[in-house]
């Protein structure tokens, strides 16, 4: 099993602006360094909490079905498609109407319907492929996680310690799943 980015996120939950407030940074001079500064606070606060801040598509990899699937990293706001490889080796799509997807929680699973049959596919790893969008922008607490990392790294460049206050921020949003 395993999970890829298919569509990076393309907004971030804090602006440069606002990094750059936080920091005191009053040129445009360092305004790349701050969106990389972003993008890898956004990441750290994503993995901590195994929940997503920004809006991305993923895509879940399985060695077969099962009659639910969780979908990790969410929150989910769609699935796109589940594929896999039938038992000569093609790619096909299983028909929405076989399954149906769970968005009611946190944690979101896909459930295969009573009256329906998970195909048979081809006896190997990562066989089954699950396509889905998540992300949603985060409340105040994890938006603020977010800006204290990204100027704690701009204005620390050489310390890569977290932050107490982060994690602490962090800490009542992390999905336990």
Request: include cysteine; aromatic fraction near 8%.
């Amino acid at each position: 099993m395993g999970i890829t980015v298919t569509t990076p996120a393309t907004t971030f939950p804090v602006t440069v602006l606002e990094v750059k407030e936080q920091s005191r940074i009053t040129s445009s001079s360092e305004d790349i360094w701050v969106e990389r500064a972003i993008k890898a606070a956004t990441a750290f606060c994503e993995n901590h909490t195994a929940r997503s801040f920004s809006a991305k598509s993923l895509r879940l990899t399985l060695d077969e079905f099962t009659d639910s699937i969780m979908l990790p990293r969410g929150p989910v706001t769609s699935v796109t498609q589940i594929r896999y490889l039938d038992t000569e080796g093609a790619t096909q799509i299983v028909p929405e109407t076989d399954y149906t997807v769970d968005l009611s929680n946190f944690t979101s699973w896909i459930v295969r319907d009573t009256d329906a049959t998970w195909p048979t596919i081809l006896d190997r790893v990562n066989a089954v492929w699950v396509d889905y969008d998540v992300g949603v922008s985060p409340d105040e607490e994890v938006r603020h996680a977010i800006l204290l990392l990204a100027a704690h790294w701009f204005d620390d460049r050489e310390n890569g310690e977290i932050p107490m206050g982060v994690q602490t921020l962090l800490e009542n949003h992390r999905a336990f799943a």
